[in-house]
């Protein structure tokens, strides 16, 4: 059986989306497909994202903000929307979750943790539905 792909979209790409996908590629040790997008992609990841992952060891400095395309839903067989409203196209036979976070744009590192835990969170129970 081929492993599951899962596409997480927020609306810039650039903090809560790329925090899952880090996430869930860490987590799963590869036993994922992990894509993040984002309706309208920033130009880069949030600073203070990319400080709050170091924290617990995962580096994502080097990720990119990435557009949401339609092909990317397509492909994927789960679909996680982060507050991008209904900017994520609706493909029938896709499983669709919308996770309900803060988002961390314009936010320290202390108001980004909890938010981080709560993803970790989800990933880790997304992991366990996978199996």
Request: net charge negative; aromatic share 4%.
């Amino acid at each position: 059986m081929s492993k599951p792909t899962v596409l997480f979209v927020c609306v810039h790409n650039a903090g809560r989306s790329q925090m899952a996908a880090a996430f869930l590629t860490h987590l799963s040790n590869g036993a994922v497909e992990v894509r993040s997008a984002g309706s309208a992609p920033a130009d880069s990841i949030n600073p203070a994202v990319v400080e709050a992952m170091k924290e617990i060891g995962i580096d994502i400095s080097h990720e990119v903000p990435k557009v949401l395309t339609t092909e990317a839903v397509i492909e994927s067989d789960v679909v996680i929307t982060m507050g991008c409203g209904d900017a994520c196209p609706f493909f029938p036979g896709k499983r669709y979750l919308d996770w309900k976070l803060n988002d961390p744009a314009g936010q320290g590192v202390a108001s980004i943790r909890p938010i981080r835990d709560e993803i970790k969170t989800l990933v880790e129970g997304l992991i366990a539905e996978l199996k």
